[in-house]
């Protein structure tokens, strides 16, 4: 098991996920995270990891990308005391909204967050459970720096290193408890 946190992460992460085949659509293989979520030691193993790789202090603010972004933002935004941001699909904000469209390896998308989700400069850690070919974390980052705060990291459970998302986020940097 590789990951940027070492192997003991990687290995919980592995752990506590299932493969999915032909989901969301056929040919696609979708990387279920919900076994780990659902294992409170574990969840809170992962979570620790990710607060000590990036220190409570360096952050203000956890986006967290729709949909299960928001569990772990929760969890590192309570574990840390910083606040939460949920970055949304379109069409789901109530109040004037920032959006990004990009393409997904299955599809596109478009995702918004609010205009005033963040204080000028402040420090915003994006959390998202899977990271493919980048495009859903670039249009985050986008949108963050769209509303005025500023990404100081990004981190995801589970990195799919054939789809190259990490270098389409160069020179950004990537931290992934898991590579496969």
Same mark, same amino acid.
């Given at each position: 098991?590789?990951?940027?946190?070492?192997?003991?992460?990687?290995?919980?992460?592995?752990s506590?996920?299932?493969?999915?085949?032909?989901?969301?659509?056929?040919?696609?293989?979708?990387?279920?995270?919900?076994?780990?979520f659902?294992?409170g030691?574990?969840?809170?193993?992962?979570v620790?990891g990710?607060v000590?790789?990036?220190?409570?202090g360096?952050?203000? #603010? &956890?986006?967290? !990308?729709? %949909?299960? +972004?928001?569990?772990i933002a $929760?969890?590192?935004?309570?574990?840390t005391?910083a *606040?939460?941001?949920?970055?949304r699909?379109?069409?789901?904000?109530?109040?004037?909204?920032?959006s990004?469209?990009?393409?997904?390896?299955y599809g596109?998308?478009t995702l918004?967050v609010?205009e005033?989700a963040?204080?000028?400069?402040?420090?915003?850690? #994006? &959390?998202?459970? !899977?990271? %493919?070919? +980048?495009?859903?974390?670039? $249009?985050?980052?986008?949108?963050?720096?769209?509303? *005025?705060?500023?990404?100081?990291?990004?981190?995801?459970?589970?990195e799919?290193g054939?789809?190259?998302?990490?270098?389409?986020?160069?020179?950004?940097?990537?931290h992934?408890?898991?590579?496969?």
């Amino acid at each position: 098991m590789t990951g940027d946190s070492g192997p003991e992460l990687a290995a919980l992460v592995a752990s506590g996920t299932v493969d999915v085949p032909d989901f969301p659509k056929p040919g696609v293989l979708f990387k279920d995270l919900m076994p780990l979520f659902g294992d409170g030691p574990t969840f809170r193993k992962v979570v620790d990891g990710i607060v000590a790789h990036h220190g409570a202090g360096s952050f203000d #603010v &956890v986006a967290g !990308v729709e %949909a299960r +972004g928001f569990l772990i933002a $929760a969890a590192i935004g309570y574990a840390t005391g910083a *606040g939460v941001v949920p970055v949304r699909k379109a069409g789901k904000l109530p109040r004037p909204a920032f959006s990004a469209s990009y393409a997904l390896e299955y599809g596109e998308a478009t995702l918004e967050v609010h205009e005033d989700a963040f204080v000028a400069g402040q420090r915003v850690l #994006v &959390v998202d459970d !899977v990271l %493919a070919t +980048g495009g859903t974390a670039a $249009a985050t980052m986008d949108l963050v720096e769209q509303a *005025g705060g500023t990404v100081s990291g990004f981190t995801v459970l589970m990195e799919l290193g054939f789809l190259n998302g990490r270098e389409r986020l160069s020179p950004r940097g990537v931290h992934a408890l898991l590579t496969v």
